[in-house]
């Protein structure tokens, strides 16, 4: 039971209210005294009869104004206030003593370390944060707040350590220990992130209404938040530039430039001069020339087809992305940039790693974070939807209302494997409009090669014998599969064959975590 007593400031009220609590023979297990001079009460509790006559009897001790129950003692409540605060709050968060001992953490924490609140509190600091010596600091003349990268987790954070200081009167205070609050590279991109945005969702041009595209979306916006390379894999016209441009707007370089390098397009000499650029006098020019790298100084560089790239090329675009350095064509003066590079492709660069037509080290730095853009065939809850958003851009440029699709038009659209995917999808859709005479939309306005009604299993002409062709085939199911089902117990279950079984498949066809993104 506790009390909360107003009363006026006089000198012995206290003991005139403590004295009636050793008349009732009640143990006192706290007091305290605000800045108010209110006097709680912590006491067990005790039988109604018993409480009825000692609240008037307090009631009727001079200068006592009001007498009533509380649900906690100040310090309590402070606590309480304390525990909920951290546990909103969603970086790790510690305290410690001036010996680094910790005294209390987050659920942040715990959850990080996977293990019990117990067992993190009486640990030393420097056992579970390292990088940073706190018993030096603590131990210093003057401890300083302090901003400092350290290891948590095997995990680069930002650490705010802060000093906690007790007053001891006359302006003096006494180092009662510290706090930290870590931030990852991750919570520090979202932050930036929100700071930077103009309030506008960077994909809401990405039509995402299959559960595979939504999936894509999720990720591409988290990702979209770091710093690190972007890697996209997708087949042609899937839209792996559409998400590279709204993976750039909605990261923290929005305000910058994007650019693109289209290595599929154009020759490997070409390819080196638009990207590093040349000095002057360099292939008979008067005027150096500035590249895309130093174009896009300060935001994304697009590499388009990244797979294309020969590797001479690759080995140079290694370096800027090591130490973020290179030289133009023709220069022995090394240029600084700070550009983040996304690169997107439709080839297998694991398997190119494997046939040495892609340099493995290359590979592993620009696959940092890697996402997949599934194909049309694979998103038919997204057709209609793509098909309909055409129809209505294609409408304002020709000057007329959007035609309707009819019930035969969507069975076709929705069943076609499109191996163009949506850029397929949106040239059929503008040549069957400049065509169209009528207010519907119908399967026969709709041009496209015969797919015999079946899944476009092989977007390539058969070139091997059967044999190859399976082989092929089950590579590619294998290598898809993968990434969903990591362990060879896992795979075996989805595709009904013996753990032996998929184990000598994997083996064979290369298939592994050093070769497939998981």
Known sequence: MRLEISCKDRLGITQDVLDILVEYEIDLRGIEIDKSGKIFLHFPNIEFA??????????????????????????????????????????????????????????????????????????????????????????????????????????????????VVVPEGEGASILAGAVLL?????????QLTVFHQAGRDSFTEVLANS????????????????????????ETGVGKELIARACHEASRRAGQALLVLNCASIPDE???????????????????????????????????????????????????????SFRRVGDAVEVKVNVRIIATTQKDLGQMVMDGR????????????????PPLRERKSDIIGLAEQFLQEQSLKLGRRPPKLNKSCVEFLQSYPWPGNVRQLENALYRAMTLLEQDELGKEDIQLPSS?????????????????????FEKDLLRRLYPSYPSTRQLARKLGLSHTAIANKLREYGINKKTVKV
């Open 50 to 163: 018993e409480f009825q006559h000692l609240m008037p009897k307090i009631r009727r001790i001079e200068g006592i104004e009001d007498v009533k129950t509380t649900p906690f003692m100040p310090v309590e409540r402070e606590q309480n206030q304390l525990r909920a605060l951290l546990r909103t709050l969603p970086d790790p968060v510690f305290s410690i003593d001036t010996r680094g001992q910790i005294l209390l953490v987050n659920e942040a924490v715990v959850s990080s370390l996977e293990s019990s609140y117990q067992d993190v509190v009486g640990q030393e600091i420097g056992e579970l944060v390292k990088g940073f010596n706190f018993l030096r600091w603590l131990e210093s003349k003057e401890v300083l707040a302090q901003t400092q990268k350290v290891k948590f987790i095997e995990q680069d954070f930002l650490a705010d350590i802060l000093p």
């Open 182 to 190: 870590l931030k990852s590279e991750y919570r520090l991109g979202q």
């Open 270 to 324: 070409m390819a080196e001069l638009e990207l590093f650029g040349c000095a002057s006098g360099t292939y008979g020019r008067d005027q150096a020339k500035t590249g895309l790298l130093e174009q896009a100084e300060g935001g994304t560089l697009l590499l388009d087809e990244v797979g294309d790239m020969s590797l001479s090329l690759q080995a140079k675009l290694l370096r800027v992305l090591q130490d973020g």
């Open 452 to 472: 015999n009604g079946s899944p476009a299993y092989f977007p390539e002409e058969i070139e091997g014998t059967l044999d190859q062709e399976v082989k092929r």
């Open 358 to 373: 892609f340099r493995e080290d290359l590979y592993y730095r620009l696959n940092v974070l890697s996402l997949v853009v």
């Open 211 to 234: 559960s595979q595209m939504k999936k894509m979306v999720r990720e591409a916006k988290k990702m979209a938040e770091l710093d690190a390379p972007i890697l996209l894999y997708g």
